[in-house]
């Protein structure tokens, strides 16, 4: 892994539960380093996510938008 790992997500967003469960169950030593960020705290965020949370953030770039995908996290992973 090289770089950051952060999940842009809204409250009450059960696609957003859902992601961070599953990934924490397939990935759990990274799910140890992930940040969480409200994108409704920040309206910066808000302008950048709108309705496409969750967002899944690896060294800057989006992995998976949305919808939750183990293949490509494990492949922006390095695993």
């Not at 140890?32 to 920040?42: H, P």
Request: net charge negative.
């Amino acid at each position: 892994m090289s770089g950051p790992l952060v999940l842009f997500v809204r409250a009450d967003c059960h696609l957003c539960e859902q992601f961070l469960l599953d990934f924490s169950l397939d990935f759990p030593q990274a799910a140890a380093t992930l940040r969480l960020r409200d994108v409704d705290a920040d309206p910066a965020l808000a302008a950048q996510y709108g309705l496409r949370v969750p967002v899944l953030s690896v060294a800057g770039r989006a992995v998976c938008e949305g919808s939750y995908d183990s293949e490509e996290v494990r492949g922006a992973l390095g695993l």
